[in-house]
């Protein structure tokens, strides 16, 4: 009997990046929505800008956990494509829809209180109602929200990325076209301003819903009907729950500790944020790629056990890491040479200027351990498993990250370097973490998830 490759062959390579690819695209696009918000909105005034900016702050701090557990829909959807299973399929999305209305309803609490939280957090008292009225008006928007991640997430499952990279592009023109009207009161409309702005997301965000299951109607229609009496069952919710919820938490501990670096950057100056904006900005756009690429793993890895195929699961979770550590590697590369030239295009003032310059080469560092976290993260979830990710990125960032930013930040007086110098810890921390996990993980026997029957060691193995 031949003996599998280790190493990805050549069409594993093709494949991951063919599916990669789109999926980056939409990603840079969906991000691409709130750069342009801020931007025609930045032209009414400072305030509306840091308005703007602090409330779509305040709305993904509040979503993320939520989009974290709706991902649990991934290794389910991934493997039951990979067996040909459509009712796994349709009971995974219908039970992703059910979770989605379900979390709606906390999340759209805790946002109509955002006026007295970001005031109990001593934010401007000007930009508070700005950014308040921002997100109130967003409200509507959380289910769409929610429920296009969870048809993302199976289009992207099934290979068909086309539908999701048009929604993206017309998603951005009517963004446009939205905020125009709205923000500045054309075509007979009233100028809304920062408002305007808000309904146009959430005017946006609908028609990315409605468009998405048009276009996609062929594989989605299918998922969605007949509604099955199971999919409202609590036992295989609660189950799904248990693998989305250390997603959730992960995320949401990464974004907490960017969010408070960044509060802390603030008591170093205004132009030490400034700095600080630019290059957190361009790690966060080539950060894009990788993010993509663990899409793409967690797509492969999950199909390949869902059709018995556990050395081609290896093979991918391999090829994933590869393509994504060495993308970031020549990121890395560039950023580390001509950093004053990203930084010119961004500002010409020269004390920002020369903060930033030093900044840009740190972000060239972290982004290389942040391309291996969120790769292994992907692969991981691949085979649905989420807990020791979440455990990780605990002990990672708030014990190892956060700690190393105070001491070096504040303690030896380095400022926005040492503040950075954490971060670049935190991830090395959780990046080698997690590619030891990988290595263990998939080390074992890889075996479908199931949540409609509880195996008897179950959530423990399959839920991470």
Do not use: K
């Amino acid at each position: 009997m031949t003996t599998p490759p280790a190493l990805p062959t050549r069409d594993e390579l093709r494949e991951l990046l063919s599916l990669a690819a789109p999926v980056v695209a939409v990603q840079v696009g969906i991000m691409l929505m709130g750069v342009v918000d801020s931007i025609m909105v930045g032209a009414i005034s400072a305030a509306a800008l840091a308005g703007t900016a602090l409330g779509n702050v305040w709305f993904f701090a509040v979503a993320v956990f939520g989009m974290g557990i709706l991902m649990a829909i991934d290794p389910l959807v991934t493997q039951g494509v990979g067996a040909r299973d459509a009712l796994a399929i349709r009971r995974a999305v219908q039970r992703g829809l059910v979770l989605a209305l379900l979390l709606s309803i906390p999340v759209s609490i805790l946002l109509l209180a955002t006026g007295p939280v970001l005031a109990a957090l001593d934010q401007p008292p000007e930009v508070v109602p700005i950014a308040a009225g921002y997100v109130l008006r967003e409200v509507p928007s959380v289910f769409p929200f929610y429920a296009f991640i969870i048809f993302r997430q199976t289009l992207q499952a099934m290979g068909r990325i086309a539908p999701i990279v048009w929604v993206a592009v017309v998603a951005n023109l009517a963004n446009v076209a939205l905020n125009a009207v709205l923000i500045y009161g054309l075509l007979g409309f009233p100028a809304l301003g920062v408002n305007g702005s808000a309904w146009a997301t959430t005017i946006a965000r609908w028609l990315m819903l409605l468009l998405l299951l048009y276009l996609a109607w062929r594989e989605l229609g299918p998922t969605i009907r007949p509604w099955l009496r199971e999919s409202a069952a609590f036992g295989p919710i609660g189950r799904m729950v248990a693998i989305g919820a250390p997603i959730g938490a992960h995320m949401q501990l990464e974004f907490g500790v960017f969010g408070v670096v960044g509060i802390l950057m603030g008591r170093l100056g205004t132009t030490a944020v400034a700095a600080h904006q630019i290059a957190i900005n361009l790690a966060s756009l080539t950060f894009m790629v990788p993010l993509g690429v663990g899409a793409a793993g967690t797509v492969l890895v999950g199909r390949a056990v869902g059709e018995g195929r556990p050395d081609r699961a290896r093979r991918s979770a391999r090829a994933a890491l590869l393509v994504g550590v060495a993308f970031m590697a020549c990121t890395a590369a560039v950023f580390l040479l001509v950093p004053r030239l990203f930084a010119a295009a961004y500002t010409r003032d020269a004390d920002v200027l020369a903060i930033a310059a030093v900044l840009i080469p740190l972000a060239g560092v972290f982004q290389v351990f942040d391309g291996l976290q969120v790769v292994s993260a992907g692969v991981l979830r691949g085979v649905a498993d989420t807990r020791y990710p979440m455990i990780i990125g605990l002990v990672g960032f708030w014990l190892v990250g956060l700690p190393i930013s105070l001491w070096l930040g504040f303690g030896l007086g380095q400022g926005p370097t040492g503040l950075w110098w954490g971060l670049v810890g935190g991830l090395a921390a959780v990046s080698l973490a997690l590619l030891a996990r990988v290595r263990a993980r998939f080390g074992q026997d890889l075996t479908r998830v199931v949540v409609d029957v509880p195996h008897q060691q179950g959530l423990g193995e399959h839920a991470g």
